[in-house]
């Protein structure tokens, strides 16, 4: 596939330029990203784990979102309500502006927010057309050889923050756990699911460099189909886009689909919470003693009781639509 629509990798290069410097300049960001530590925990799934004390003291209070279909609220705190400084750029697509915007409380290096169509006040709920730009996006910059960015979201009840329509960028060289989880195809169709050998469960969709843009889009609407049916039925979620990184493999992107039995309401600041970082396998950590007694059971642990046995709901739903 070759998508004309999006030069990812000279905006991305200005992303990063402007990033930087904003990073000097005073009341833009909450803080200066300062990651003092990181490690691969012990044990056999390489959960990898960054000390970013600044994170839990200085971070915007996240917001209390009860709804998969939310209405959008003028008087909570939203993007429209940023400093002009904060918005890096602006990208025409399909129509569309997409505003890329820090995030003021970044867990890495160029940690940007994708805001489509800022004005119009969209909630915290997925839609085709973001899903559209974020793998066009990450398609054009896998084609020039670039594999550190990742895009990940969370839905309402999944550790969503701000109820105002937003993914989240990220610079993440590490391999995390997701890079070499375990994957088999659901039933006769294009859809994968990671193996139930491994800790934890999600859906996959391939994207891949060989795609034409027709079945890019058919799999883009697919992907949406699914995860309107999870808004349907009041299943929170949470995304995680990431390139394929293994050299002997194909060049892809990869879209992991997490799924709730429960909404996460409560989001306590101390510790880690289970959204697409953690479930991913990277865990930022804001206090020193929590990092330093990381064990990558407990993390499993928590992602399961987090998140609940929904897997035969989801293996339903692709039997009877795929």
Known sequence: ??????????????????????????????????VTESKILPGNYGFYSE?????????????????LDPA?????????????????????????????????????RYHTLICPDVHLGLPQRICEKALRFCVDF??????????????GYNSPGALASVNHLHLHLMFIEQELYIDRAELQFLSQSEVLRISPNMPTEAICFQFKAEDTEAIILKKVQKLNAFLQWLCTNNMPHNLFLTPER??????MLKVFVFVRQEYCIVKNLNTYNIGFCELAGYVPVGAKQLYDQLQEEDIIQTINTETGNVFSQIYNYFLNVI
């Open 246 to 251: 293994i050299p002997s493999k194909e060049k």
């Open 138 to 151: 990450l398609m054009n910059l896998i084609e020039n050889g670039e594999s550190n960015i990742r895009i």
């Open 72 to 108: 959008f609220d003028e008087k909570k705190f939203n993007f429209k309500k940023i400093k002009p400084e904060e918005c890096l750029m602006n990208v025409e697509y399909e129509g569309s502006k997409i505003s890329m915007i820090i995030n003021n409380s970044p867990l890495t």
């Open 1 to 34: 596939m070759s998508t004309k629509t999006i030069e990812s990798k000279l905006l991305l290069n200005e992303l990063k330029e402007k990033w930087q410097q904003l990073q000097s300049v005073p009341n833009i960001f909450a803080y200066r990203l300062n």
């Open 51 to 67: 000390f970013n004390p600044d994170r839990t003291a200085l971070r915007r209070a996240p917001q209390t979102i009860l709804s």
